[in-house]
């Protein structure tokens, strides 16, 4: 079905496009992308962390700020991918919006993808470099891997932008997207390890959750910035990950054509 | 440089159905149409007759079905972005960014098509002096009226100079005056050499504005023609309306039917149409058969009449 080859002049473009918008509406957003997630850093990390203490077992034997912390960055990254994706593109597809305005110029949808995509990355990196400033000034990195969490912030809110976005260019309407943020954002906040450990929920339930992506993210940045991450663990959860946004991405060039030119 | 600018063949458009319970629906039926350089070609019909569906295969948006497609020469499957480069598109929606200036739009739009922002300046500058909204150029959209975004998208479509230009329902939803406006402004652009394709609910619209136009109802073309013929073919020279009183329009028809006047005479829910020759002397007609109307008109018979005698239906209900 895709016939047209893509263009990265014209996905450039459209990239251009999405920055002049969000000139106008970045107020509504920033709240929620940066803001939000440091909030709950300090609060959570550094308020609960003092009631709770430092060494607990069950956290692997740090303080409960250094287990929080890059569980907080991988889980804030997975919302920012989805805040990035759902939304704008379930409201930029509506007729009379940027999607089909740009699709009936030369670009072509699968440009539209990718220039959209490309800001949904600069977009996740912004906020994930902004909550990782926080954290290392918290001196929560035992390692110098712990660079590496960034890089890993990122590609868990990718993986979890491409499907997204992908599933969200297929909407008539911005609703279905409330429900994606009530029963599926939410669940996997709480229960994918980033509040507390896995190895505390039942057995059965660990290997539920290990199936989840936002575990993989989260055990990702959490080893990579505690220093106690290996090869085959991070290999595996990058993989996990990557995988995901593959299968997104080829998902949305699809949907893309499908939907923007009908 | 060939004379066609546009031609399709048996051009069909089915729809993939919308959930699983609904069938594919073929919104063009196989339709055939050639458009000359140069000329104002108007697609007329009723809400879902398929205008803007041809609208869209024409501008390379919608993929056709079935048939043969070629525009500017080329064939839309597989060098859709060279011919969108040369084409102006003014879709049914306003598709503006409201959160964004007069300008902005002009701006992003122009960038689509890889112009400098230095040349996108210049011309825009120019196209909202067409469009008369040079005061407005920094105001944001969502505080435009309705016309001066309808102008605006107008100018926007132009923005990299096209050779065809498509409107869908250019004037719809606006205001007499506002129309007209937008009327002195498609002419001025014909003048120029730019070939207008447009569609429109409104037969006043494509008398004045198309040289050529067809009638599309369900899918299919009904009939084609200059406005002109198109009267001189499927309407007589004057209708007579007759409005009665309430209940009383049902026997004053069978009346009509009786006196056999050899006339076609349609009914609509509000009043009835007599298509004769001599308005004057049909009215003088009824009055002698003692039929009594509220109100009695004689006017030129439009393409609205066209459209009623070919379809049994009124075109804006
Ligand atoms: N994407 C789509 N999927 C399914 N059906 C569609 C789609 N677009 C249009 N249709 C249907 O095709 C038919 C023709 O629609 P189209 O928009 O071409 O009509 P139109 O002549 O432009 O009507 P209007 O005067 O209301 O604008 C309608 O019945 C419409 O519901
Ligand atoms: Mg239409």
């Known amino acids: ?262 | 440089m060939s004379d066609v600018i546009a031609q399709a063949t048996g051009l069909v458009k089915t729809y993939p159905p919308r959930d699983k319970r609904s069938a594919p629906f073929t919104a063009v039926d196989g339709i055939d149409f050639t458009l000359q350089r140069g000329e104002a070609f108007g697609f007329l019909g009723p809400n879902g007759a398929g205008k803007s569906s041809t609208m869209r295969m024409i501008a390379c948006v919608s993929p056709p079905t079935a048939g043969t497609l070629r525009v500017l020469g080329l064939d839309p499957a597989t060098d859709g972005r060279r011919i969108r480069a040369r084409l102006g598109v003014v879709p049914q929606d306003d598709a503006l960014d409201s959160e964004l200036s007069v300008r902005e739009n002009l701006l992003i739009y122009g960038r689509y098509f890889g112009l400098s922002t230095r040349l996108i300046d210049e011309r825009a500058t120019q196209l909202l002096d067409f469009a008369q909204l040079t005061d407005k150029a920094a105001e944001r959209v969502d505080a435009l009226s309705g016309g001066m975004r309808r102008r605006l998208t107008i100018a926007r479509s132009l923005i990299n100079e096209p050779e065809l230009l498509l409107l869908d329902e250019p004037t719809t939803g606006l205001d007499p005056q506002a129309r007209h406006v937008l009327w002195d402004r498609l002419f001025r652009l014909k003048q120029q050499g730019v070939t207008l394709v447009l569609t429109t609910h409104y037969m006043d619209e494509a008398e004045q504005l198309c040289d050529r136009l067809v009638v599309m109802d369900g899918g299919k073309i009904v009939a084609q023609g200059s406005p002109a013929e198109l009267i001189a073919k499927h309407a007589t020279r004057e209708v007579l309306e007759l409005r009665f009183g309430i209940g009383e329009q049902a026997a004053a028809v069978e009346k009509l039917r009786q006196a056999r006047t050899g006339d076609r005479i349609e009914e609509l829910p509000d009043r009835l149409l007599w298509y004769t020759a001599e308005g004057d002397a049909a009215l003088a007609a009824a009055h002698a058969l003692g039929l009594t109307p509220v109100t009695a008109l004689v006017r030129r018979a439009s393409l609205e009449d066209v459209f009623l005698a070919l379809t049994g239906r009124t075109l804006v209900d």
């Not at chain 1, 409201?91 to 993808?113: C, I, K, N």
């Not at chain 1, 976005?165 to 939410?186: E, G, H, S, Y």
């Not at chain 1, 996997?188 to 660990?206: C, D, I, R």
Request: with cysteine; charged share 10%; glycine share 8%.
């Open chain 1, 1 to 262: 079905m895709t016939t047209a080859t893509a263009s990265p002049g014209m996905a450039l473009r459209f990239y251009r496009y999405c920055w002049l918008h969000y000139r106008r509406n970045w107020k509504g957003t920033i709240v929620i992308s940066v803001a939000n997630p440091l909030l709950f850093l300090v609060a959570i990390g550094a308020g609960l962390g003092a009631v709770v203490g430092s060494h607990v077992e069950a956290l692997g034997g740090v303080s409960y700020l250094a287990f929080f912390a890059p569980g907080m960055l991988a889980a804030a990254s997975m919302q920012n991918g989805m805040i990035e994706s759902a939304f704008p593109v379930s409201y930029q597809r509506m007729p009379g919006r940027a999607y089909p305005v740009a699709v009936s110029t030369p670009l072509e949808p699968v440009d539209v993808l990718h220039g959209h995509a490309l800001f949904m990355a600069v977009k996740i990196a912004i906020g994930a470099a902004a909550f990782c400033a926080v954290m290392f000034a918290f001196g929560v990195a035992a390692s110098p891997l712990a660079v590496l969490a960034l890089p890993a912030a990122v590609l868990t809110g990718f993986a979890f932008a491409m499907p997204v976005a992908a599933w969200a260019v297929t909407l008539p309407d911005v609703r279905p997207v409330q429900t994606l943020f009530k029963w599926v954002v939410m669940p996997l906040y709480l229960f994918s390890g980033t509040f507390f450990a896995t190895t505390q929920l039942p057995e059965a339930v660990q290997h539920l959750v290990a199936l989840t992506p936002l575990w993989h993210g989260v055990e990702l940045c959490r080893t990579l910035t505690l220093g106690t991450a290996t090869w085959a663990g991070s290999l595996t959860h990058t993989a996990y990950l990557t995988a995901l946004a593959l299968v997104g991405y080829v998902v949305a060039r699809r949907n893309y054509h499908r939907h923007l030119h009908p």
